[in-house]
């Protein structure tokens, strides 16, 4: 066995460190100690997290605008939160708006956007989609007569076809809908493409983030997209959606509202109570991931406005790029030792392409379900199906059972990798738990 050099050392103490912030990771499982592997589905929580939504539920719950302490204290939490997560996006804190979730989130955007849309327009998808943004247009679509066209994949290597995207996008559409990440897959895709080409004939372009955000650090900005939305818990946070819209829209766009409810941006967006806690609580996840520069504390944070905010995203574009150095020798283990293994077929890019930290299989004559199954029972929790990327699936010819899907987080650990590829061997070849 090689020695290791001072950096894997450090690695090494820098995921312990990590790991030690999550009490999930303390369970156990028929004896085994429990390695989470589903965090594409959505990551275990830190402390910090629930020391957050606890704090505001015990010492600050209210509503919101009213004229005493505790409803001052929510207003405030919630306006910081914008703020968290304007840095987090490289947006502005008017330009953030808080939903329940991204599947209604989208659906609350395409039926605003659907009041000025009419027979003739038309909107374009992409088969790797996450149907929370396949639904609702399709909805769209049977109320208003528009046309929706569906920009094919390519299922041997999970790319998306950019000459049939190119093709589709044309002086009719005016809405360009557009996953930056296969969540069933790893795939990443060209945002700036797909933005450009959707602005190139004066559409509106949709970035669904949800499956990109946890792994890439955003900058819509950079991205030009006039709307993104991102999921907090599947980045370390509770179960909230993050939406972001360039503010001229959020303001002229007629969003379904109820007429007491604000007409300024971003509340006018948002409808009905929030989840204040959850709120608090997605902003400490972008804090904690802050927090991992170096593996040391939430680095120092100015009292000056703007230089917080170059610090926190100063800090976010260290920690995810430390992130990302962690997870993709991961993949590569992962994807090379499977591949090893007979019985076993992968799908969606494989290393050396850009991707999120995600790989789906199947084994052969082994059901996905039954496969989750006995990979529980050795303390390996995974998904399958079709983690609601249907068409996807449907592509692929995998229906009904989909894939087994595996997704390494901050504290996946090189061990449990190695756990992982045994307990394969041994489902693959007809072996029993050791």
């Known amino acids: 066995m090689s020695t290791p050099s001072t950096h894997q050392l450090n690695e090494i103490a820098s995921t312990k ?60 939490i919630i306006e910081s939160a914008r703020h968290t997560f304007a840095d987090f996006l490289n947006a502005s804190a008017n330009e953030i708006v808080f939903a329940a979730n991204t599947t209604s989130m989208i659906y609350h955007l395409s039926r605003a956007l659907g009041r000025r849309l009419g027979p003739g327009d038309e909107i374009v998808i ?123 829209l959020l303001e002229s766009i007629d969003f379904p509202k109820l007429q007491p409810a604000p007409d300024t941006a971003p509340e006018r967006v948002e409808v009905g109570t929030l989840s204040h806690e959850g709120i608090a609580g997605a902003a400490a996840a972008v804090d904690f991931y802050a927090s991992l520069v170096g593996s040391t504390g939430v680095p120092p944070v100015s009292h000056h406005a703007q230089d917080a905010r170059a610090t926190r995203r100063e800090a976010l574009q260290s920690s995810f790029a430390g992130l990302r150095a962690h997870s993709s020798p991961q993949v590569r283990v992962l994807w090379d030792s499977l591949a090893r293994i007979d019985g076993v077929r992968l799908y969606g890019p494989p290393p050396g392409v850009e991707r999120t930290p995600t790989v789906s299989f199947i084994i052969k004559n082994v059901a996905s379900t039954e496969v989750a199954r006995l990979m529980a029972e050795r303390g390996l929790f995974v998904s399958h199906g079709d983690f609601y990327a249907q068409t996807v699936v449907d592509r692929l010819g995998l229906q009904p059972e989909g894939l087994v899907r595996v997704g390494c987080a901050c504290y996946t650990s090189d061990e449990e990798v190695e756990r992982l590829i045994e307990a394969v061997k041994e489902i693959a070849t007809g072996g029993s738990a050791t």
């Not at 912030?21 to 629930?50: I, K, S």
């Not at 895709?189 to 990109?212: I, K, M, P, T």
Request: net charge negative; charged share 20%.
């Open 17 to 76: 460190e990590i790991r030690a912030q999550f009490p999930a990771l303390e369970r156990e499982h028929n004896g085994y100690p429990v390695a989470y592997f589903d965090a594409p589905g959505g990551t275990q929580t830190p402390r910090a997290v629930v020391d957050a939504v606890t704090d505001y539920l015990l010492n600050h719950n209210a509503n919101t605008h009213w004229e005493y302490p505790t409803s001052h204290e929510t207003d405030a």
């Open 126 to 248: 992409t088969e790797l989609e996450h149907h929370a943004n396949v639904a609702p247009w399709q909805a769209l679509v049977s109320e208003r007569g528009l046309t929706l066209n569906v920009a094919q994949m390519d299922p041997e290597s999970g790319q998306l076809d950019w000459n049939d995207f190119e093709r589709l996008v044309n002086k009719r559409t005016k809405v360009v809908a557009f996953g930056a990440g296969c969540n069933a897959l790893g795939t990443v895709n060209d945002y700036r493409r797909a933005v450009a080409l959707a602005h190139s004939v004066g559409a509106l372009a949709l970035v669904d983030a949800v499956h990109y955000a946890p792994y890439f650090l955003c900058d819509v900005k950079e991205m030009d997209c006039d709307f993104l939305t991102c999921s907090a818990y599947k980045f370390y946070g509770p179960h909230i959606s993050v939406f972001y819209g360039k503010k001229d």
